[in-house]
């Protein structure tokens, strides 16, 4: 059996069996030997009745010496069984006429459960277990393995198809780590899917680890190739031209921060070289990023060639098409939005202009990648929040026409650690310093009896001629639900807050009546925003200086410090109210309590990291991002730097090596350049 055998290769695994299988992301024989164990259960040896204790998970064995049919409440078929040392009872409460006439005194029995207090002493509720005529054979000589499995799985069943593969000789072909006092990758599989009676804790954990660091290293190796395939491609040198970046520093109305000055100028020595840019520029939110990328655009107009801006909302690429037309229109640089919501026409003539190399700045949504889109001679791609954005979309955009230069932003602050592992292939800017005068927004914690108290401090606000957003976060993972929320907080503080004007924005609203709401807020139109988390990203109403969030706790603290990036971004002293409903988990609580005591981005990311992990920290489940098999990246980053050296060292042949054994499993999820 070969380890890039499809599953079906295994006796039981038909294509229904096969599709269950990839819901887990089980494809092939190797995936399967990848999906390892959660945790195992002991059936090594039986244990004695007198020994097992109340919560314990163990195997029993011993002769029935009473079996009852007990009616009256919920009716149930018992049978005590002893060892000599003791007597345990096994309780079914649903069993079949077969069950029945099967348990009789004399005869022995086999259990795996859990022991439980009943009313005659201790029992199993419903274990596995198996009658015989004799006393049952010797237990299983290696620990029992239990797999996370999906509907139409089961964990035993899994277990035998794994069981198969290894006893076919299936590996993984067991790359070799040089210098390394650990057993080989394959060795490390048959123990984590079959370990020992007598394995002691840190053999697994040396085993797991040895798994992940292939993984993290075939990770990193791939990475490194693909950053290697990049630098082969040109994307064509922008040197500097007539001086317009100087011209936009002295138009601005505001200095550059010492970080924004250093961020640019490592953004324009790139964009200097041959090779195509590849940088990611971190930055929290308000630290004034869209001003570096202006900069990068006005360095490609200045050659005559595009730059395409892409935004994950509408109303973002709307604001977005405003600071650049500012920024750019009086230096003679014409910029243009592409969105969905244009007609066919506009849409058409601003194509006319990309195609015809007229527009040297285009602004948009996905619009601006469907295939319709064409462009003279794209020269730089900047994609802004790109966590919004799945791999694809990314690479849809570099595709088009030569490899362009490419500059990816994002607000979220990703813990250095995680930055190395996930954005290997990327060279990473950050800007750690946010524009002078911003005052920290102080945040408040309040239960929602609290309720009339948030909107006293909005009618407040207002009357001192501020403005004031009022989130009201997913309660169903349905817009239609949400949106409803939003309109009944809306009715409601239109009647508690007389004489304010409320406006509201949410996700079923079409992007044109969105936009002219938020068009009104902008204006100071409208007092109070009642908003879903639409209103997440980007948008900059530095007249607002309050902000409700009603059930932060149902969000991460990284969206959490993304809405409230909203407010604080003016000369008035902010103020953030964290409207929970009672009862909060411990996590719950200090997550929230995070939160209050910090308003930096890569504090508060590091904190969610340690309180919920790295997938719902990177959001990878909304945006398909690659995410890792084996390796945990909160338990294995410390592992990171030693796996990077290692990669250093390794010659050519044992890197292709690695890769190979991992081909299957870490391409998944990438989009060749
Ligand atoms: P983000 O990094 O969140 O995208 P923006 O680029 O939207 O931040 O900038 C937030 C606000 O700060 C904008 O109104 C922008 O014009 C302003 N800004 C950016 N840089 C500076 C600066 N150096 N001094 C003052 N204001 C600035
Ligand atoms: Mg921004």
Known sequence: MKSDDPVTVLRGVGPRTAAALARLDVATVADLLLHLPSRYQDRTRFVPLAEARIGDACLVRGEIVKADLAHGGRSSLTATFTDGGGFLTMRLFHFSTHQRDQLRP??????????????????MVHPEYRTSRTEPEPPEPTLTPVYPVTSGLTSPRIRLWIGQALDAGAALGGSVLPDEPIPALDEALRFLHRPPANAD??????????????????????????????????????PRGRGLGRELRRNLGFSLTA??????????TDL?????????????????????????????????????????????????????STWLSPLGIDVALVTGRMTAKERRVR???????????????????????????????????????????????????????????????????????????????????????????????????????????????CRQGRQ???????????????????????????????GLRVGLVHGRLSGAERGAVMGRFKEGEVDVLVATTVIEVGV??????????????????????????????????????????????DIARARLAVMRETGDGFVIAEKDLELRGPGDVLGTRQTGQQSFRVA???????????????????????????????????EAGYVEV
């Open 201 to 238: 804790e840190s053999a697994f954990d040396a085993a797991r680890e040895r798994v992940a660091k292939d993984e993290l290293l075939a990770h990193i190796l791939l990475m490194q190739q693909r950053q290697a395939l990049r630098a082969r491609h040109t994307a064509g040198a922008l």
């Open 632 to 666: 945990d990246l909160m338990r294995d980053a410390p592992l990171l730097p030693g796996v990077i050296a290692l990669g250093a060292r390794l010659d050519d042949r044992t890197k292709a090596t690695v890769l190979a054994t991992w081909g299957t499993t870490v």
């Open 468 to 498: 004031a957003y009022w989130v009201c976060t997913l309660i169903e993972e349905s817009e239609a639900l949400d949106s409803q929320a939003a309109e009944n907080v809306a009715a409601e503080l239109t009647a508690e807050l007389r």
């Open 351 to 461: 194509r006319d202009a990309l195609a015809g190399g007229e527009t040297l700045v285009a602004v948009g949504t996905h619009a601006l990648i469907q295939s319709t889109v064409e462009f003279d001679d794209l020269a730089l791609a900047i994609v802004d929040e790109q966590h919004r954005f799945g791999v694809h979309q990314r690479m849809a955009l570099r595709n088009k026409g030569r490899l362009p230069h490419q500059l990816v932003m994002t607000a979220t602050p990703i813990p250095r650690t995680l930055t190395m592992a996930l954005y290997a292939d990327m060279d990473v800017s950050v800007i750690d310093e946010l524009p002078p005068g911003r005052k920290p927004v102080v945040t408040r914690v309040m239960p929602n009896a609290r309720r009339k108290d948030a909107m006293g401090r909005i009618a407040a606000a």
């Open 272 to 324: 200097e070289r041959e090779q195509p840019m590849l940088r990611l520029l971190q930055g929290d939110v308000g630290s004034g990023k869209t001003v570096v990328a202006a900069f990068a655009a006005i360095r490609a107009a200045e050659q005559g060639r595009q730059t395409a801006v892409m935004a994950p909302t509408e109303i973002l690429a709307e604001q977005h098409h405003e600071s650049f």
């Open 540 to 585: 900059d109403v530095p007249n607002a200086s309050l902000m409700v969030i009603e059930n932060p706790e149902r969000l991460g603290l990284a969206q959490l410090h993304q809405l409230r990036g909203r407010i604080g971004r003016g000369s008035a002293q902010s103020h953030c109210i964290l409207l929970f409903e009672p009862p909060l988990s």
């Open 106 to 123: 004399g005869l022995w029995i086999r259990c795996f459960g859990e022991v439980r207090g009943g009313p005659a002493g201790r029992e």
């Open 259 to 268: 970080a924004q000055r250093r961020v640019v100028t490592e953004v324009l």
